[in-house]
């Protein structure tokens, strides 16, 4: 199935836009507690989240505040970590096998599809899974649906002694308590604004890296319509190196996987200043359907790259349908 993109506009002056950024830059993270190895602090912000004019061109942007800061991953989650978190859920008989799937055993979600040739097999002599002979284990997990990375988030909080973040029903999974992901103590997917607070960090950018225009050494993505790919295939989290890192530090937010995020999607229509926004608009047109994706894959075109480019997809949605390229990347509420 094809990935839809979204981009819009409206007018807001450059004065603002440096007071936003001199917002962010200025708070105090001295009493935070340091962000453990593999992540990176982001603090609580208020930003502009979309496309931005600040010259007097149309954009599509409104302001948010994120009152908590937010830890998150510096890479992609990866096979070797997917499948070592994946073998600890199949021991709790989180999860069971049927056919070709991994599915949760509570709701029966798929979660992940195995494929010939892919990443991830399980193997019937060990009764676990594994990663596959030659296959390097630092690649990104792939062919997830929404449900299999926000299990991961919970497989993962159970591990590290954390409070679950997801309430498990047959018509869908809730994120924190009372619905508020911002609440929740343990790991869990990034709602959309704080996944492009952290892609933009601190000023905003178009892209994770800057305005320079996207290419083959910043990221994996493919050049054009009817243009060659830079790969053509997912490449080891951090291979592309650092032209293409955020300011902050964070490796491949554009392209090589799309990343699964909290919300349910919907068309932006109208501009308020939200607090903490999560699943935006989503009742006002026609219920909850699609689940939101950010930051593109090594499928993506140059000129979806940008970094305020929304997508989304079927949650339920398995390789077959069009979602071998999306992973996951988590985050966690840092401070109360």
Avoid at 19 to 27: D, H
Avoid at 264 to 272: G, K, L, N
Avoid at 300 to 314: C, G, M, P, Q, V
Wanted: glycine share 10%.
């Amino acid at each position: 199935m094809e990935k839809f993109s979204v981009n819009g506009g409206r007018q807001w002056p450059w004065l603002i836009f440096l007071c936003l950024i001199l917002s962010c830059l200025g708070n105090d993270e001295s009493g935070y507690e340091q962000a453990p190895t593999g992540y990176v602090l982001v603090p609580a912000c208020t930003f502009r989240m979309g496309p931005v004019s600040p010259f007097g061109g149309v954009d599509d942007s409104r302001l948010v505040t994120l009152t908590r800061s937010y830890i998150i991953a510096e890479y992609e989650l990866t096979v070797a970590e997917y499948v070592t978190t994946l073998n600890r859920a199949l021991r709790r008989y989180e999860v069971a096998l049927d056919g070709d799937f991994v599915i949760d055993s509570m709701t029966q979600n798929d979660l992940l599809q195995l494929v010939a040739g892919g990443e991830i097999f399980f193997d019937e002599m060990a009764d676990s899974f594994d990663v596959a002979s030659g296959v390097n284990p630092w690649l990104p997990v792939r062919r997830l649906t929404w449900y299999g990375a926000a299990a991961f988030c919970d497989w993962k909080n159970i591990d590290d002694g954390l409070p679950e973040s997801y309430v498990k029903g047959h018509t869908g999974w809730t994120c924190g308590p009372n619905g508020d992901p911002y609440r929740a103590e343990g790991w869990r997917l990034p709602t959309e604004a704080e996944w492009e607070n952290a892609a933009r960090y601190p000023a905003y950018l178009t892209y994770p890296w800057g305005e320079a225009d996207p290419d083959c050494s910043r990221v994996n993505g493919r050049t054009g319509a009817g243009g060659p790919p830079c790969e053509g295939e997912p490449l080891a989290v951090g291979t592309v190196g650092r032209p293409g890192d955020s300011w902050l530090g964070l490796h491949d937010m554009a392209g090589n996987v799309a990343e699964w995020c909290q919300d349910w999607y919907a068309p932006w229509e109208f501009y308020d200043h939200l607090i903490d926004p999560v699943d935006v608009n989503s009742d006002a047109v026609g219920g909850e359907i699609y689940k939101c994706l950010r930051g593109g894959s090594y499928e993506s075109f140059f000129n979806e790259l940008a970094a305020t480019t929304r997508s989304y997809l079927d949650p339920d949605l398995v390789p077959a349908d069009g979602n071998a390229d999306t992973g996951v990347r988590i985050v966690r509420t840092w401070y109360y």
